[in-house]
């Protein structure tokens, strides 16, 4: 295939009709990227953090609440396969930008809701932005930086991801009880404008190029790495939620810690996964599979320890800063895998069904946890995801990535 074909020369991915990129990576718009996963992470799971006093103020019950998380992974899996398809004419970073706005209505929806179907029509328009933007923001980054620095730039973009994690919640919570839970979602709202003044002045023109469309969406989903990518991902992250959705059970139960020793060890699994994603990336410039593999194994091998030494508080602390940390190495590598190695030429179509997937595995772990929880106890949530996590491992190991991609 020729150069202008796949559109790629000296290690850079080029448009025509855009100024020369070798001049150096867009940082810039790279971070003002970081930027809007941090901020749609932060309102996916800001409910959770705000979770009594939203269901107390709309007269609904916990469960309700729990139903917007729901909402939005399971409107998120749509929109990533298609959003890309329906906005294809657009300039790429106007789509990020009505994914953004699509952000801060949804977090000012939340805010002024008085009942359970504004919120979660608030939550649909989020899972909108949130399928949106991550069906494209990994063709973005080939776009914006060479191809040597594209592992480099993702790991920047999943940053925001695992800052939310260790921020979101203590912050939600803290907030919500000192200011009321309304403030919580106003707060987000205006980190999403932040967000949005940062996209406007950094990110260039990005005429669409190779977008998605649905025939090219059929034809990833055949490519077989791609399937065993997704089932990778379907594993990995339905077990992660499985068992973490419920891990504060967990620590009340088994070593029965105290609500101030929850939240540190909480803290510390959102600080291990703010280094997870790091070494993720430079895990991820030497060995694909490795990036793709270790992770959910240290993942499984983390809720195996909880399972039989759950009892000793140091060994839970250890055990979660364990998964933390895995579970932030997670998105780096499997994303570096279905887009760069396996459809590098089809970005937009492989970076929607990644998206799509991991959404849809958010939900059936949460819902199938919670079913495991409720009839066989939160330790069978825990070993769910143990044994999902190692099967996502060893089939990277067996049926994984053969070569590295080309940077050069």
């Given at each position: 295939m020729t150069e202008s074909a796949t559109g790629?020369?000296?290690?850079?991915?080029?448009?025509?009709?855009?100024?020369?990129?070798?001049?150096?990576?867009?940082?810039g718009a790279v971070i003002s990227l970081a930027l809007g996963t941090f901020g749609l992470v932060t309102a996916e799971f800001l409910p959770a953090s705000v979770l009594t006093p939203l269901a107390h103020d709309l007269s609904i019950t916990e469960g309700a609440v729990g139903q917007a998380l729901t909402t939005t992974a399971i409107v998120g899996a749509i929109s990533a396969p298609t959003m890309a398809v329906i906005t294809r004419p657009l300039d790429r970073?106007?789509?990020?930008?009505?994914?953004?706005?699509l952000l801060i209505l949804s977090n000012v929806l939340s805010a002024v809701a008085g009942s359970l179907p504004v919120l979660l029509a608030a939550r649909v328009v989020l899972g909108i932005a949130l399928g949106g933007f991550w069906s494209i923001?990994?063709?973005l980054a080939m776009r914006l930086v060479p191809s040597h620095l594209l592992r480099r730039a993702m790991s920047i973009i999943l940053t925001g991801v695992t800052c939310a994690t260790?921020?979101?919640?203590?912050?939600?919570?803290?907030?919500?009880?000192?200011?009321?839970?309304?403030?919580?979602?106003?707060?987000?709202?205006?980190?999403?404008?932040?967000?949005?003044v940062a996209q406007l002045i950094t990110i260039p023109r990005l005429p669409p190029i190779g977008v998605a469309s649905f025939r090219s969406l059929l034809d990833v989903a055949k490519n077989p790495m791609i399937k065993v990518a997704m089932l990778v991902v379907l594993l990995v992250a339905s077990g992660h939620f499985a068992g973490f959705t419920y891990i504060r059970a967990f620590l009340e139960k088994f070593p029965a810690l105290d609500i101030e020793t929850i939240s540190l060890v909480l803290l510390v699994f959102g600080i291990g996964g703010f280094f997870g994603n790091l070494a993720g990336g430079f895990l991820a410039e030497h060995s694909l599979k490795a990036a793709a593999a270790l992770p959910p194994l240290l993942i499984a091998m983390a809720t195996v320890s909880l399972l039989t030494l759950g009892a000793s508080a140091w060994a839970t602390a250890i055990a979660v800063t364990v998964w933390g940390f895995a579970f932030g190495a997670v998105p780096v590598g499997l994303q570096t895998w279905m887009v760069l190695h396996a459809a590098p030429e089809q970005a937009e179509s492989a970076g929607g069904l990644m998206a799509a997937t991991f959404q849809v595995a958010i939900a059936a772990g949460a819902i199938f946890g919670g079913l495991l929880m409720d009839n066989a106890g939160v330790a069978s949530s825990l070993a769910y995801s143990a044994v999902a996590s190692f099967l996502g491992a060893l089939t990277v190991f067996l049926l994984g990535p053969k070569r590295e991609p080309q940077t050069t």
């Open positions: 790629f020369m000296d290690g850079v991915l080029h448009d025509p009709k855009q100024p020369d990129q070798r001049s150096g990576p867009a940082w970073r106007i789509v990020i930008w009505a994914m953004t706005l923001s990994a063709a260790v921020c979101a919640a203590p912050i939600g919570a803290y907030v919500g009880d000192i200011w009321g839970w309304r403030t919580a979602f106003m707060i987000a709202a205006v980190v999403g404008a932040v967000t949005l």
